[in-house]
């Protein structure tokens, strides 16, 4: 006895696949959280009962009927006006997903609409932009997105929900400015850039990026923002800058104090090959940085003009004055 029912049942649920399978609905969900299943009806139906089964839609896979408005984690609207009735489905676990049917009563046999639910982690993602700032700047993150959601909005939030992203966005591109937060949407480019002024430790932590479509899951990318102390890096950058004044300095006075050296000694009679060896030896001077000037400047003591090329500013203002002392 249980053959024929069994039969016509699945006769039933084969009918209902060849005559829905062009009209499937497909919607996607987050793990944990809720989701929209809206199914239309034609005109003429608004006052007859629908609802949400499971499986092969005997009374034991109905989900939720419109009669009842709420059970378990289902509930159930229907909106005459527009003729569509949406049953929403909270707290979505693996199980969940698969096939479903909305149905409408009626004398006979009932109408049938597929449904096919899927499912994708809450979380995103796997791969984040990492970004380094400091506290009290401003940082600008960049959020690329593809050419065909130019017009589409775009949004940040905080964490990495994307269910809860765009109901907690901390800015979206209808507002552009929010308190530290400023939007900015480079159609050209495909991108926009998020920029976060006067940035605090607690800035640290986790962003979505976001765009909004309209009959799909919004699409994201996620960034890794870290604050660093701004005091660690103003130790860093201090010390080099001062080594590198100290060394600076440090080489400017010892040219110019060679120099000056030099141009006493040339501001004498052109050396004499005697005094030349005597100062390479040190002997007259005893200053064996002098000497090695000292031998520099006597190879340019053969010319009128020194060989600018090979001398420095400094060296060549001095010898200028050499040669002005020397010619007189
Ligand atoms: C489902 O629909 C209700 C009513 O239109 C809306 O408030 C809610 O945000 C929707 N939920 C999702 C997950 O789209």
Same mark, same amino acid.
């Given at each position: 006895m249980w053959i024929l029912p069994n039969l016509l049942f699945t006769l039933c649920i084969a009918l209902r696949c060849v005559t829905s399978a062009v009209g499937v609905i497909h919607v996607t969900g987050y793990m944990g959280s809720e989701i929209n299943v809206s199914c239309s009806y034609r005109q003429g139906?608004?006052? @007859?009962?629908?609802?949400?089964? *499971?499986?092969?839609?005997?009374?034991?896979?109905?989900?939720?009927?419109?009669?009842?408005?709420?059970?378990?984690? @289902?509930?159930?609207?229907?909106? *005459?006006?527009a003729r569509i009735f949406t049953t929403t489905i909270f707290d979505l676990h693996s199980v969940d997903a698969g096939k479903y049917w909305c149905g409408v009563s009626k004398f006979g046999k009932d109408i049938y609409t597929e449904v096919e639910l899927k499912l994708m982690p809450d979380s995103c993602c796997d791969n984040m932009n990492k970004i380094e700032s400091y506290e009290g700047y401003s940082e600008s993150i960049s959020c690329p997105y593809e050419s065909q959601y130019q017009n589409n909005l775009k949004y940040m939030c905080r964490g990495n929900q994307r269910s809860t992203c765009r109901r907690q966005a901390l800015i979206t591109s209808h507002s552009r400015q929010h308190g530290r937060f400023r939007l900015d949407d480079d159609k050209i480019s495909g991108k926009f850039t998020v920029t976060i002024n006067s940035l605090t430790k607690s800035d640290s932590g986790s962003y979505l990026c976001g765009v909004q479509r309209n009959s799909d899951l919004d699409v994201f990318s996620a960034v890794e923002l870290e604050v660093k102390e701004a005091v660690h890096y103003a130790a860093y950058a201090v010390v080099p800058v001062v080594l590198l004044i100290c060394v600076l300095v440090i080489i400017y006075k010892y040219k110019c104090y060679n120099v000056r050296a030099t141009e006493a000694v040339m501001s004498r009679n052109t050396p004499k090959a005697e005094d030349v060896i005597n100062a390479e030896e040190g002997g007259i001077y005893g200053n064996q940085e002098f000497v090695v000037t000292f031998k520099q400047q006597s190879?340019?003591?053969?010319?009128?003009?020194?060989?600018?090329?090979?001398?420095?500013?400094?060296?060549?203002?001095?010898?200028?004055n050499y040669h002005k002392a020397h010619r007189r």
């Open positions: 139906y608004e006052y @007859y009962e629908k609802y949400l089964c *499971k499986n092969g839609c005997g009374n034991s896979d109905v989900l939720i009927k419109t009669s009842e408005s709420r059970k378990n984690k @289902y509930v159930i609207h229907d909106d *005459k006006t190879a340019l003591n053969h010319f009128d003009e020194p060989d600018y090329e090979n001398v420095t500013t400094e060296e060549r203002y001095c010898n200028e």
